[in-house]
């Protein structure tokens, strides 16, 4: 008998794991090429070349202009910078106090939105349908005069539902309304043209997309109104002080040009094995998936098993070696069902029962037969624990009908 456990990473949505292209092309900058690129000797400008190459780099990445291209500290940042820099900057000059999001945007933009209010912001929080979908004619109705900014998020993060982002740019531009988009979870998955799909302002994260953990950029239109992040020196054009990450910037530069350069082998990869993993998985009796079959990110399911808590579950496939997740890593560690499942229409007693499994580029068919063989046995063991599983299954409780 083969007692070693099998080691599934499928929590790609969480972090994901630096390839050695990127680790390679960071090497030098920490020991050899270690010069501050401001500074105008060789040594500096060694690091000041290399530097503007990752930022022309990341702007054809997106269709963007490389002095669009603002580098940060990671995701959450970016999403600050925007949606603070651009409300506080469009209240100031055009008396614009209202901001329009969605419910299930990831925390970085729901509780910036939130922070804003007590700033006397008003916000409106679009209703995210069954689907997991905002709509764009709803979108529209809840533009107004005083509408300063939209920020809709390009992929979700817990349930991997992609939004109509060109028809949502389109609106925004036919409103004269700016349009931002945190898009941490799309790149590498959806083909992205800033120019062509009206986006003002995009946010991106280095760590989703094999790149190391505290990096990202920020793409702002040129001529877009946001106020600067940081005050120091001239770094960034000025607009966020700081001297720069350069082995960082230059390992997410090579990353999200290998991202964005696969899209098409990745998606025709990951989504069979996703589709096969859906399939399987809803074999499992009062289960189902989250959120749009079809306008869904390739590596990216999300299910909710009645009778099952979501916490003992991932124990559980922790045990047989699988890494998944419950909810968002933000929200997890608290007992609060996931406000994305609940945004959706899912009763607190189904959401807490939900099941995110990521898939990259270094998961197999094999993982999916594993995860396939582990968890029906998983979920049926914890059923039988559960004192509510009885009731469920003989209809006295019902929290779903559509499972
Ligand atoms: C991970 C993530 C973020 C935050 O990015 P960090 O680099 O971890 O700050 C923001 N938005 C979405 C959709 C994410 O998945």
């Known amino acids: 008998m083969d007692n070693t456990v099998r080691k599934v990473y499928a929590d790609n949505a969480?972090?994901?794991?630096?390839?050695?292209?990127?680790?390679?092309?960071?090497?030098?900058?920490?020991?050899?090429?270690?010069?501050?690129?401001?500074?105008?000797?060789?040594l500096g400008q060694q690091a000041k070349a290399p530097l503007e190459e990752a930022r022309a780099a990341t702007a054809a990445c997106l269709g963007a202009k490389p002095n669009e291209i603002y580098f940060t500290s990671c995701g959450s940042e970016s999403d600050n910078w925007a949606i603070k820099g651009a409300?506080?900057?469009?209240?100031?000059?055009?008396?614009?106090?209202?901001?329009?999001t969605s419910a299930f945007e990831h925390h970085a933009v729901l509780h910036t939105c939130q922070a804003l209010e007590r700033e006397g912001f008003t916000v409106t929080y679009l209703p995210v349908h069954k689907d997991g979908l905002v709509r764009v004619e709803e979108l529209e109705a809840a533009i107004t005069e005083n509408t300063?900014?939209?920020?809709?998020?390009?992929?979700n993060n817990e349930i991997g539902t992609?939004?109509?982002?060109?028809?949502?740019?389109?609106?925004?531009k036919a409103h004269g309304v700016l349009f931002h988009t945190d898009a941490v979870q799309a790149i590498g998955n959806v083909h992205i043209d800033v120019k062509a799909q009206n986006i003002d302002m995009l946010s991106l994260s280095g760590h989703k997309i094999h790149a190391p953990k505290g990096v990202g950029?920020?793409?702002?239109?040129?001529?877009?109104?946001?106020?600067?992040?940081?005050?120091?020196?001239?770094?960034?054009?000025g607009r966020r002080a700081g001297t720069e990450n350069v082995a960082e910037i230059v390992g997410l530069a090579t990353a999200i040009q290998r991202a964005t350069d696969t899209i098409d082998q990745r998606v025709a990869r990951l989504t069979p094995m996703r589709d096969r993993l859906i399939d399987g998985v809803l074999k499992i009796e009062r289960s189902r998936l989250n959120g749009s079959r079809e306008h869904r990110l390739p590596g990216n399911v999300s299910f909710c098993f009645q009778g099952v808590e979501g916490e003992s579950l991932l124990l559980m496939l922790d045990m047989k070696g699988i890494s998944a997740s419950s909810g968002s890593a933000c929200t997890s560690g608290s007992l609060d069902p996931s406000h994305v499942l609940l945004s959706i229409g899912l009763p607190h007693e189904v959401a807490h029962g939900s099941l995110r499994l990521s898939f990259?580029?270094?998961?197999?068919?094999?993982?999916?037969?594993?995860i396939l063989g582990v968890l029906p046995q998983i979920i049926d063991r914890l059923r039988n624990m559960s004192p509510l599983w009885d009731a469920i299954k003989t209809g006295s409780v019902n929290y779903d009908p559509y499972m």
Request: proline letters at 5%; a negative charge.
């Open 14 to 42: 969480a972090t994901t794991a630096v390839s050695d292209e990127v680790l390679q092309a960071m090497l030098p900058f920490f020991k050899e090429v270690y010069g501050n690129p401001s500074s105008l000797y060789e």
């Open 87 to 100: 409300a506080r900057a469009q209240r100031r000059k055009h008396g614009k106090p209202h901001i329009i």
């Open 148 to 155: 300063a900014l939209v920020t809709i998020m390009y992929a």
């Open 162 to 172: 992609i939004q109509p982002i060109p028809e949502i740019g389109q609106v925004c």
């Open 217 to 237: 950029a920020l793409y702002i239109r040129s001529g877009v109104a946001v106020d600067n992040f940081m005050d120091g020196g001239a770094q960034e054009r």
């Open 360 to 370: 990259g580029d270094y998961n197999t068919e094999e993982d999916v037969d594993y």
